[in-house]
């Protein structure tokens, strides 16, 4: 790809430039909460120049104190603050002290340049880089499923990761270094300025030449951020799904296949990290010309100056070729934050957006505490739709009484599962409403509603803890009794006692150490701890064989005794002993009747069942 300037700002780039104007607001804001100790490390880097410049100085004095002791008539060594060693002190003695100033300054540096390591890590990673994660999880928590629809899960991850990373580096790497940049660039050019003014302006012609480039570059580079944090998303998510998916590619035999997909993904990141290279491979060199061009001046009018004897050749050429030269590093290091900022710019933006996302659930200014619900539940006129153009639910109405067992039934995308959510209001109706005993649901306190709703679904997340820590999920405080009753009335308490540690058991990762119909009686028992009134069983058994199916149904129907209960399924098997069954069909409810009532009439319902188990099993 060629290389190429971008165009010149026009009313296209308005839009970037007022998003990144408020990034650096964002970002000062958030420095200023840490404003003590970003001022204590610019302290510890402008000491560390000054033990520089101090060692510098030293030697440049013994340059001078030798050209007078070994060159008669030769200009007396100007000493420090005009200060001048005794004359009982022998030439030895004073070089051998100048020495020790200068290992001294040097060991001092040493030191500090420790401890502003230290202070810095502690100041980034210590504190800065664990708040913004946590913010970002906290946000998360609070988010509705809406946003988990839109956002892969590899792009979160690297939000939280590597974008909190970019956002540290605007403190430790744009702000601190700016301010030691302009700080120390101040104090060099005083003393340069002192040693002799000419020289000094003379060297420092080229600098509003550095400063343009690194403006354009600074431009020149920033899409190129932005791709690259995408493509990185992309890596992350593919590694994601071909590690979950590992057992899928072995038995089909497509490890070559899984190897090419990441390949390709891992080439794509490769190729605009080297993409950036190429610029800063062209910036940095730039950069370093442009300094060599102060040091040709330098040797050029300076030298002249010095066999002129207009400037001293030890403390006057020598010590202002060595403050140059750290001048000219804090040139180099003006192209590093220009890096660094486009670097922050692109990880804030994605970082802030998460963090300025509205939750779209939350709860009402005036909401209702909810101790205990009864159960009754009302759909009024229910119409959702999870994306615009895409309704999934159209004119809902149901009402559901408290105790009652309703089963949903219908076609793969009849919107079964999308009427199940609402219930703990993973979503909210984009129409209509639902009343919980007799208030509008998002009335009731957001956290005691779905407190009063247990949920089982057909794949139940288990956490890599002990078989105890799985079943009180929802409710960490309860005893080791009431997980032992919770896990009776799932009949999962049987086989826990047959693990090796029985409730100490630890489960693997997403209970991989467990048999499907063990994973989905340890998730009913979880549900079952909470108490909760409402029982959302979202078709448990369809994973599982026909023995372990059976054993899980009389579990449940112990488990849905005296509470609403919501139960989706395939198998009619499920189904049979519900007060009622809902047929949905392209979101709309169709049928409802008993098992006897709909396999009587002609339907859905009475083909489903001719399709699973023949004729006889109407009768």
Known sequence: MPLTFPPPSGSAAHPFARRHRYLLGRLLRLTSRYGWRCLGLV????????????????????????????????????????WRPPSDWSPRFVLVSLGLWI?????????????TAVSTNRLGQGRIVVELRSAIYAKMQ???????????????????????QSVRLFIDGVVVQALNIILATLFYLVCLVQIHAGLAFACFAFLPVLGLIV??????????????????????LVFEELARGMGVVKSFGLQSWAEGRFLEANGAVRDQKNQVFRKLTILFPLVSLLNQFSLAVLLGYGGWLAVR???????????????????????NAIGTVADS???????????????????????????????????????????FRFRPGNTVLHDVSLTVRAGEKIAIV?????????????????????????????????????????????LVFQESFLFSASVLANIAFGNPEATREAVERAARLAAAHEFIEKLPFGYDTLVHENGANLSGGQRQRLALARAILLDPAILILDDPTAAVDAGTEQEILAAMERVMAGRTAFIVAHRFSTVRKADRIIVLDRGRIVAIGTHEELAGQTGYYRDAILAESGEEAIA
């Open 215 to 236: 403006v354009l570059f600074s431009q020149w580079l920033r899409p190129d951020y932005e791709e690259g944090r995408k493509r990185v998303d992309r890596l992350v």
């Open 341 to 383: 900022l486009q670097q922050t710019l692109t990880g804030a933006d994605r970082v802030y957006e998460i963090l300025d996302a509205e939750p779209g659930i939350v709860d009402h200014k005036d909401a209702a505490p909810l101790a205990k619900a009864r159960g009754e539940l009302i759909f009024e006129h229910v119409a």
């Open 103 to 115: 290992f001294a300054a040097a060991a001092t540096r040493a030191w500090l340049a420790y401890l």
């Open 410 to 454: 219908g076609p793969t995308g009849a919107g079964k599962t999308a009427l199940i959510q609402l219930i703990p209001r993973f979503y909210d109706p984009d129409e209509g409403r639902l009343v919980l005993d007799g208030r509008d649901l998002r009335e009731w306190s957001l956290d005691d509603v779905r407190r009063q709703v247990g």
């Open 142 to 164: 609070r988010m509705s499923f809406r946003f988990f629809d839109a956002n892969a899960t590899g792009s979160l991850i690297n939000r939280v990761t590597g974008d909190t």
């Open 309 to 331: 004897g207009e400037i001293p050749i030890g403390t006057g050429l020598i010590l202002f070729a060595g403050i140059l030269q750290q001048l000219n590093a804090q040139a």
């Open 43 to 82: 302290f510890l880097n402008l000491s560390l120049l000054a033990l520089g410049l101090a060692g510098l100085a030293g030697v440049g004095v013994a340059i001078d104190f030798l050209r007078e002791q070994v060159q008669p008539g030769a200009p007396a060594a100007k000493f420090f603050f005009g």
